[in-house]
């Protein structure tokens, strides 16, 4: 008996086949998405496994860096502070050992690369790495990299990311400099470095276009070359520890760094007795590296959510369309009911057939998932310029994303075969479960309405279950198209709405301390304006939970007239020589930080400890960063400058004498077109995303759309025959319409908003900070679309009015 | 009398996998204004087909049928719906009542389609009815026979100038049937409109002034029974 009651289910499904086609669809794409996440994090976290390595393969990635760009150590000075360490450590009952102390040089510079177009100067940075060296080396994965690491002092290795764009290979020659003297080096590798997985520069999340930033690696000797100082001077200390010791997430609100936090207190007190001074990092605190792990950890967390959305999606979809069986069959379960069919027998069918469709569906998107994540692993290679050698999708990704979506989806089966076991026989053949009492509630709100518009409103909302599922299907399907969308706006305007709009020089150009005079003399010379700035990753602050936060200092001549401008969304601008030391600082630090205007905190500067006192908050910074008046700077750091902007004159271009008297260059159209490019290669992969949710909104808004036509057939066809005309009750239907698109759009806008937020919460951390606000246009943009998709669904109801039998309506409505 | 309708030879034949269905086979008569007019036969006999081409719901497959002097539109949803509308009221089986809307709301509704609209009408055609307490209940919060008798008012709400009904009464008990009757009859005869109603209740042909008996798509019999006031 239960065959045939399946057969029947399955016969009444076929009849719906769009809408069933719609919910495989869903369900593939929901297991498809996973898989493709899931098998993605999974192969992106192997890759910076191997890299990180601490074996032959691996790069042995540091557990602690010291490092100030200011000074420069002798390598008796190392080597005093490495012993110091080492007895010290031997000293402590820090459970891990020391595995080396290593110091090394690294700097920025320039590369002079000439090609068929012209001269180029290009900002580089440069290490100067020992042939014996144990942690931050060179990874070389065979077969994805070339040659060998720089041994004498005219050899570098060139970072791989950069090689194509410029055109090098292994054998060429390359002139460089570092704000000494300019030399060649022959190239003999191309590889990566742990360090250097995001090619963007120093103190920057944004990678330039390719070729636009070069990071090369020489010898010991060959940095000592270059800079012009003894084999073994050191801006770097590299310290790599046994194992690898826990260090504190800054995404997290827990702190995990105690293990490694000992190791770093003895660091200290060892900089200090030495007297040395430095900027002690751990991993988490390494920006480049925990970018990249944080990207990583987003992509894992995404797999769940974003498979049960969609998954969510296509559960709502079974339940209205099942639910909408079960009330069109509902005369035919009374029947079986009377003739002594089960209960359990007719719930069968319900419950399997959502188990059929999302095992159709499933195994499509387990053998499509393979095929979106090696794409997304080409897109990530080609984007991060590095190469993810193994792809595998583990088998725990396939069990947790079909088990996953098998489980919504049978939830999904479960209401309605609930529903269709509890029909009482009786009241469905006598006709008593379709009399129903309105609202009078309702009622009262439409009165002074005209009838057909009170109908209208009244019939949207007869089912206030089923319209609130689709107004969360609706929703969530809005979630994935207007999150990403206001997402993206507010990255737009962080990332290139202050360099566009607020700043005005068009080469920055990077200095030593005190060597300023040679680019103000070629400003000056070329008629140029140029404004001195100093901006120095180097504060670093104890947040709320006692966590040290790192974060960029500004010293600027003027806040609101000068080549950069800082956008101030409160408060107001510091005056020089304040009691206590007046700064703005970005409003994500004020956020993260629970600061407010006018609070007086003490900060380390440059490992000093200062009291600064806020005074404005700025917008616009993707980094957290203090603003100060650059006089105040300059005598709490003795650096008058670290950089200077320059306003080229009309005709006047950056050239080899600038090149040459700095440590190296940034041009402003560059770094707008790396930006751009970056978030038009974001925008593209997003994008996928947001058509998928509009599709979802499609498909859901269709299925609502249908079915509020079919279950009006009885009052449309009475209607009908009472004499209405097409064209009043096309208007009917299409002011029903209005009003479902009207609510479901600003449904749409709120979960757009409040995944846009939870998007902005689970990727914004004290490194990168993304406001996120309602953004009119997408508003309009999305309440247009669903309002767009439900009046498009009126000709599909005046359709069917008018290929409506009314004889066999008449028929149906007399029995 | 004027004359109101009249077929002839009116044919409806449905093609089907067995052969040809003669639904209605010649069907002629003419119906004048002020009859109330009931249509007898068994089931399968035709009777709900005649009705569904007297009210336009259905095309004739062959003969005339003209309508105040006028041939009815066949084969045109849009014009034939413009017929009823114009023309036509109709009282179902089970009422049909929008759930949603309240007794009133119901009468007012179809005036509104028809482009009529007048609450103080639909209010008096409560009353005709004897629902007059009833406007601001719901369809669901009535019985079955009030629920008929605001249908009854519902189809009458537009003026129009052939009601017709099929087994109207058909899910009522007899008292119940009585009542509505007697309120179709007395509306019908206040509004000056003519009736075509369908039955196998044999027990209503008392408030019929004509009775036309059906069987295998031919008319066999078509009386006057006299009762030219009604009961």
Redo the contacts between chains.
């Keep these: 008996m239960s065959a045939l009651l399946n057969k029947r289910l399955a016969r009444s499904l076929m009849r719906t086949k769009i809408r069933l086609f719609a919910v495989i669809l869903m369900v593939f794409v929901g297991v498809f998405a996973g898989i493709t996440f899931g098998g993605y994090a999974h192969n992106l976290g192997s890759m910076y496994d191997t890299m990180q390595a601490d074996d032959e393969r691996g790069a042995n990635l540091a557990d602690i860096w010291i490092d100030n760009r200011s000074t420069k150590w002798t390598p008796e000075q190392v080597d005093t502070f490495c012993n110091t360490l080492g007895a010290a450590w031997d000293n402590s009952s820090i459970s891990f050992a020391l595995d080396s102390c290593e110091g090394r040089t690294v700097t920025q510079g320039a590369m002079f690369h000439s090609n068929d177009t012209g001269d180029y100067i290009i900002n580089s940075l440069w290490h100067g790495i020992p042939e014996d060296a144990n942690a931050d080396r060179i990874w070389m994965p065979v077969g994805y990299s070339e040659g060998r690491t720089a041994v004498a002092e005219d050899e570098i290795v060139i970072d791989a990311h950069v090689t194509d764009a410029l055109n090098l290979n292994l054998g060429d020659t390359v002139s460089i400099g570092a704000g000494n003297t300019t030399a060649d080096f022959i190239i003999v590798g191309m590889g990566y470095h742990p360090l250097h997985v995001l090619m963007a520069p120093e103190g920057s999340l944004f990678p330039p276009e390719p070729g636009q930033y070069v990071v090369g690696y020489l010898s010991d000797a060959g940095m000592a070359r270059l800079t012009g100082d003894e084999i073994g001077t050191s801006n770097t200390i590299i310290l790599d520890l046994e194992g690898s010791p826990s260090f504190d997430l800054p995404d997290t609100q827990k702190y995990e760094g105690e293990e490694i936090n000992v190791a770093k207190q003895l660091v200290d007190s060892s900089l200090n007795s030495t007297e040395m001074n430095g900027r002690i990092r751990d991993r988490g605190q390494n920006e480049p590296v925990e970018v990249m792990r944080q990207d990583l950890e987003g992509t894992k967390r995404t797999t769940v959510p974003f498979t049960v959305m969609i998954a969510s999606i296509a559960a709502i979809t079974i339940v209205l369309s099942l639910q909408r069986l079960v009330q069109s069959q509902a005369k035919e379960i009374a029947v079986l009911r009377t003739l002594g069919v089960e209960r359990s027998s007719l719930m069968t069918g319900y419950l399997v057939a959502p188990l059929v469709i999302g095992g159709i569906g499933s195994v499509f998107g387990a053998l499509a998932g393979p095929y979106g994540m090696n794409g997304m692993l080409d897109f990530y290679q080609d984007f991060a310029g590095v190469p993810i050698i193994e792809r595998t999708v583990p088998n725990s990704v396939y069990v947790t994303v079909i088990g996953l979506t098998m489980f919504v989806v049978f939830l999904s089966g479960a209401f309605p075969a609930w529903k269709a076991s509890r029909l009482d026989p009786l009241s469905v053949l006598s006709g008593q479960n379709e009399i129903r009492v309105g609202s009078n509630r309702l009622r009262k709100l439409t009165s002074w309405m005209p009838t057909t518009l009170g109908l209208s409103i009244r019939s949207s909302v007869r089912k206030p279950i089923r319209l609130s599922m689709t107004f969360v299907a609706v929703g969530i399907s809005l979630m994935l198209f207007g999150s990403i969308q206001m997402m993206t706006v507010g990255l737009q305007d962080t990332m290139i709405g202050s360099l566009e709009d607020d700043q005005t020089w068009d080469a920055q150009v990077y200095i030593s301390p005190d060597s300023e005079g040679p680019v103000v003399d070629w400003a000056e010379d070329n008629s140029a304006h140029y404004e001195m700035i100093i901006e120095m990753p180097i504060g670093s602050v104890a947040d709320s939970d006692d966590i040290e936060r790192s974060f960029t200092l500004v010293g600027l001549d003027s806040f609101r007239n000068g080549m950069r401008s800082v956008s101030v969304i409160e408060g107001g601008t510091p005056v020089a020589n304040a009691t206590v030391t007046q700064v703005i600082m970005d409003e994500g630090s004020i956020k993260f930080l629970r600061w407010n205007i006018g609070d007086r905190h003490t900060v380390s500067i440059d490992g000093v400890e200062r009291d600064v006192e806020i005074i404005g908050v700025s917008a616009g910074e993707l980094a957290r960063t203090m603003y100060f008046v650059r006089d105040d700077l300059s005598k709490i750091l003795g650096v008058n400058a670290t950089s200077i902007y320059i306003e080229l004159p009309d005709g006047i271009e950056v050239d080899s004498t600038l090149g040459e008297a700095s440590i190296g260059i940034v041009e402003r159209h560059s770094l707008l077109d790396g930006i751009n490019s970056l978030l038009d290669q974001q925008t593209e992969f997003l994008q996928s995303m947001m058509y998928l949710g509009l599709l979802f909104t499609l498909v859901v808004m269709f299925n609502t759309m249908i079915m509020n036509v079919a279950e009006r057939d009885f009052e449309l066809a009475t209607l009908r025959v009472l004499g209405a005309s097409t064209r009043s009750l096309g208007t009917m239907l299409l002011f029903e319409s209005i009003l479902i698109g009207f609510i479901g759009g600003i449904v749409g806008v709120i979960f757009a908003f409040g995944g846009a937020a939870l998007l902005s919460a689970s990727f914004s951390s004290w490194q990168f900070f993304i406001p996120v606000k309602i953004v009119p246009s997408v508003s309009f943009q999305i309440i247009g679309i669903v309002l767009l998709i439900a009046v498009c669904m009126v000709p599909v109801g005046v359709w069917r009015l008018r290929r409506m039998d009314l004889v066999e309506k008449v028929k149906d409505l007399s029995q | 009398m004027n004359k109101l309708l009249q077929m002839k030879n009116l044919e409806r034949h449905y093609e089907t996998p067995a052969g040809v269905v003669k639904a209605l086979d010649g069907i002629s008569f003419e119906i004048f204004e002020g009859e109330r007019v009931i249509l007898l036969g068994p089931s399968g006999s035709g009777k709900?087909t005649l009705l569904?081409c007297l009210?336009a719901?259905?095309s004739p497959t062959g003969g005339n049928y003209s309508f105040k002097g006028r041939e009815v539109p066949r084969n045109n949803?849009?014009k034939m719906?413009?017929f009823?509308?114009?023309n036509?009221?109709?009282v179902?089986?089970?009422f049909?009542l929008?759930?949603?809307?309240?007794v009133l709301?119901n009468i007012?509704?179809?005036q509104?389609?028809?482009n009529k609209?007048n609450s103080l009408r639909a209010k008096e055609l409560l009353e005709l009815v004897g629902l007059e307490a009833e406007v601001?209940r719901?369809?669901?919060?009535i019985s079955g026979g009030q629920q008929q008798r605001v249908a009854i008012a519902?189809?009458i709400a537009?003026r129009p100038t052939l009601l017709l009904g099929?087994?109207l009464t058909g899910n009522l008990d007899t008292e119940t049937s009585n009542k509505v009757m007697e309120a179709l009859v007395s509306a019908c005869k206040q509004e000056n409109i003519t009736s075509v109603f369908v039955t196998h209740d044999e027990g209503l042909v008392k408030y019929a002034t004509r009775v036309i008996r059906i069987d295998s798509g031919k008319i066999i019999s078509d009386e006057r029974t006299g009762n030219d006031s009604g009961v």
């Design positions: 709900t569904n009210s719901l259905d949803s849009e719906t413009s009823r509308r114009e036509i009221g109709y179902f089986q089970f049909n929008l759930q949603d809307l309240t709301e007012l509704l179809i509104e389609l028809a609209k601001d719901f369809p669901g919060e519902r189809s537009k099929d087994e």
